[in-house]
């Protein structure tokens, strides 16, 4: 029998932004993963708001980087 095995992810990177004196949670990025028993993987991004991803890109990066570390740690 031949089996294969992964794991799949996703996430989504928000930002707090103020309008009107009321605070909204906005989803910038969603992010998606997956992570073969081979060690193989592949993470896609999908840009939800682009001007507030180019406002908080090192943000963003920094997310991308957080989510891509959790995804791998679990081959660990």
């Not at 996703?10 to 992570?35: Q, Y």
């Not at 073969?36 to 920094?62: C, F, V, W």
Request: net charge negative; proline share 1%; aromatic share 4%.
């Amino acid at each position: 029998m031949l089996a294969n095995k992964s794991l799949n992810a996703n996430a989504t990177s928000n930002i707090t932004v103020t309008t009107g004196g009321k605070e909204n949670d906005v989803v910038v990025m969603t992010l998606s993963g997956n992570l073969r028993a081979d060690g193989r993987y592949t993470i896609s991004r999908s840009i939800e708001n682009p001007a507030l991803y180019a406002s908080n890109k090192e943000q963003m990066e920094a997310d991308e980087k957080e989510f891509e570390t959790m995804l791998l740690s679990v081959a660990e």
